[in-house]
């Protein structure tokens, strides 16, 4: 799958974006919405902060990402858009698509070609799922663990399914309060093939089995909302493993120095990106497209995996793999798809996922009540 393959680094480079539309012809103002914490920050070191130097306008960031399917409905149902540009996950980007809550773009017209002329439709390939969605990263979600918590004698969890095992990994977790990634983690861990989870899932005895696998851990489990929650937990020692992205256990690990240990096995691939919310005013639809096509070019995605060790999701940016811009240290090796990490992995399913996911958040949410 050519989008598992795309890892790079590299340091900054400041260049001027390509305006599609003249100066005066776009909003002065922005408001992108992101995920908050160490990604947020490496987006505005790689993008915010030279697109504002370079053009003058000035972007709010917003931190509401996980709750950005719920509040572009309601602002589509008040007739009131307040947001820009919206960085989504892939099923979600699917999901507004299919409701007219985002805009469609023609990739090749409103993204950058590749330094070699290919296309950006051809650059990005299997990222582009939608034709709302402008691919942007390929992170995890995977496990952080305490080291100093490790019992004596055992062998570090290594996997999502050590997560299971309160006998040899005794103390508190933390898992995101939605079913994705914890449902098919649970069918796994149960003995499922990966090849055989999405066809179990879509079934109630399947999803019944999930949830029951689940209920082991189930009042050892600490539920949280957002990405953030899972770091501090480990870092103030709250919890023995838990949940997160990538790239926030990176942060912990590498630039806060917290003794803390990454399980990759079975951790789950997902594509990240924009969509630019549908009903925008002219001026601010170009105001978008024309920041979007600068961020998503081949440098500028390099320039972000140098402060967070997520790959970016076009090809001809590979090649750029180098050192984290502020700690000078390789990247490759804390990409979600270096080699050695992804031994054991899987590819969230997108499009299950945009079918299913308004039924199973309803179904886990009564789950988790009970």
Request: proline share 5%; aromatic share 10%.
């Amino acid at each position: 799958m050519k989008l598992l393959t795309t890892l790079c680094a590299s340091t900054a480079l400041l260049s001027a974006a390509g305006f599609a539309a003249s100066a005066d012809e776009m909003a002065n103002e922005m408001t992108i919405v992101s995920w908050g914490g160490a990604y947020t920050a490496a987006q505005k070191k790689a993008y915010h902060d030279p697109y504002m130097a370079t053009t003058g306008i000035n972007i709010i960031s917003d931190d509401s990402a996980p709750e950005a399917v719920a509040k572009l409905r309601a602002m589509h149902e008040a007739g009131n858009i307040t947001w820009d540009l919206v960085d989504v996950e892939a099923a979600d980007a699917i999901r507004l698509c299919d409701e007219g809550l985002a805009l469609e773009i023609d990739h090749d017209a409103d993204l950058a070609s590749a330094p070699d002329g290919t296309s950006a439709t051809d650059d990005f390939g299997d990222a582009i799922v939608s034709d709302c969605f402008i691919p942007q990263i390929i992170y995890s979600t995977t496990f952080g663990y305490r080291t100093d918590m490790v019992p004596e004698g055992v062998a570090p969890p290594s996997s999502a399914c050590d997560v299971f095992d309160l006998e040899t990994y005794p103390g508190k977790r933390s898992l995101n309060k939605r079913p994705i990634t914890n449902l098919e983690w649970a069918l796994i861990c149960d003995g499922v093939p990966f090849e055989e989870v999405y066809d179990t899932l879509a079934t109630p005895e399947g999803q019944d089995r999930a949830f029951a696998k689940l209920d082991t851990i189930k009042d050892q489990t600490i539920w949280y909302s957002t990405a953030s929650e899972t770091p501090q937990l480990l870092a103030d020692g709250e919890i023995f493993m838990g949940s997160t992205f990538n790239g926030r256990l990176f942060s912990l690990i590498e630039e806060q120095n917290q003794p803390v240990g990454m399980a990759w096995g079975w951790q789950m691939h997902d594509l990240d990106g924009w969509i630019v919310p549908a009903g925008l005013s002219a001026e601010r639809e170009a105001r978008a497209l024309d920041f979007v096509k600068m961020a998503t070019d081949t440098q500028r995605l390099a320039d972000q995996a140098s402060y967070i060790s997520y790959g970016p999701s076009r090809a001809s940016s590979a090649g750029l793999v180098g050192k984290h811009a502020e700690l000078g240290i390789e990247m490759a090796p804390h990409m979600p798809t270096d080699p050695t990490n992804a031994k054991t992995s899987f590819v969230n399913n997108y499009e299950w996922w945009a079918d299913y996911r308004d039924d199973l958040d309803a179904k886990f949410q009564i789950w988790l009540s009970q």
